[in-house]
C-alpha cells in the first residue's frame, strides 16, 4: 500500500510540476473569466431591476451563487482532460501504460487532480484582488452542515467531470475525432449544469428530472449547497444520487477502457 501511494505521489508531484510550466495559461483564463462573471454582474442586475427576488432568491444570492460556481469551475472542472487522453491514444503513447503496473485512471486521475490544484489556486488571486468591489454582494448561508455535505459533493462532482471527460477521450479507440462528442457535451453541460443560470428556476418538472441527470452534480449541486440554494434534505439526497452517478460512471469508463483495449490491439497487432 505504501509503495502504490509513493507511485502516484509522484506522479501527483509530476504533474504539478508539469502545469506550474503553464501557469500563465490558467491565470490568463482565470483573468478572462472574471470579464465573464462582469457580464454576469451585468445580466442578472438588469433581470433584478424592479425585483427584489426571483425564484425566491435575491440578487446577492444569485450572484454569490455565480461567484462560487467560477471558484468550483477551476478547482474541479475538466478543461482538456479528453483531448490529452485522446492524442495518447492516437500517438501510441497509451502503449507504455499497458507494460507497466500503473492504473491508467488513477493515473489521469491523479494528473488531474494536480492540474486543478494548480488552476484552483491561480484563479483566487485575482478573484481576491476584486474582492473589495463584489464583497457587498457575497452572502453565504450559516449552516456548518453546508460545509461537511458541500465537500463530498465538490469531491464527487470532480470525480463525475474527470470520468465523462475521461470516457470522451476513450472513444478515440473507436473514433478518430472526438471533437463532436465533447462539443455536445459541454453543450449539455452549459445548459443541464447550471452554468448559464441557476437550475431552481427551472419549471418544477423539468427541474426535478434534471436531478437524477449526471449534470445536475456536476457544478450546480455543489454550487448550491454552498449557497443555500437547497435545503438538508435535498442535499443528502441529492449525495446519494451523485454517488450512483460516480459508481455507473466508473463502471462505464472500465468497460469502455476493456474493450478499447481489444480494438487497440487488434488494430495494432
Avoid at 14 to 31: D, E, K, S
Avoid at 52 to 67: A, D, K
Avoid at 201 to 224: D, E, H, K
Wanted: charged letters at 10%.
Amino acid at each position: 500500500m505504501r509503495l502504490l501511494l509513493a507511485k502516484y505521489r509522484h506522479v501527483f508531484n509530476v504533474g504539478l510540476q508539469n502545469n506550474l510550466v503553464y501557469r500563465w495559461n490558467f491565470a490568463m483564463r482565470a483573468i478572462f473569466s472574471l470579464v465573464h462573471l462582469a457580464f454576469v454582474f451585468i445580466l442578472w442586475g438588469a433581470a433584478y431591476q424592479g425585483e427584489t427576488h426571483i425564484g425566491g432568491f435575491s440578487l446577492e444570492q444569485t450572484l454569490t451563487y455565480f461567484i462560487s460556481l467560477l471558484v468550483l469551475q477551476f478547482f474541479i472542472g475538466a478543461f482538456s482532460e479528453d483531448y490529452e487522453i485522446s492524442e495518447e491514444i492516437r500517438s501510441g503513447l497509451i502503449n507504455q501504460f499497458l507494460t507497466k503496473p500503473i492504473n491508467y485512471f488513477v493515473y489521469r486521475f491523479t494528473i488531474f487532480v494536480s492540474a486543478r490544484l494548480v488552476s484552483g489556486l491561480l484563479a483566487l488571486v485575482p478573484l481576491m484582488l476584486c474582492l473589495p468591489l463584489i464583497a457587498d454582494y457575497l452572502t453565504f448561508p450559516g449552516e456548518t452542515w453546508r460545509l461537511v455535505v458541500g465537500l463530498p459533493a465538490a469531491f464527487m462532482s470532480a470525480m463525475i467531470q474527470f470520468t465523462i471527460a475521461y470516457i470522451f477521450g476513450l472513444l478515440t479507440f473507436w473514433f478518430l475525432e472526438i471533437q463532436s462528442f465533447v462539443i455536445l457535451s459541454m453543450t449539455i453541460e452549459s445548459l443541464l449544469g447550471g452554468q448559464i443560470f441557476p437550475l431552481d428556476l427551472l419549471p418544477p418538472t423539468i427541474y426535478r428530472i434534471s436531478q437524477f441527470l449526471p449534470y445536475y452534480y456536476q457544478m450546480y449541486f455543489p454550487a448550491a449547497i454552498f449557497t443555500g440554494r437547497i435545503d438538508y434534505n435535498s442535499a443528502v439526497q441529492g449525495l446519494w444520487i451523485q454517488l450512483f452517478w460516480v459508481f455507473a460512471l466508473l463502471v462505464m469508463a472500465q468497460l469502455l477502457w476493456r474493450r478499447g483495449l481489444r480494438q487497440h490491439t487488434a488494430v495494432g497487432g
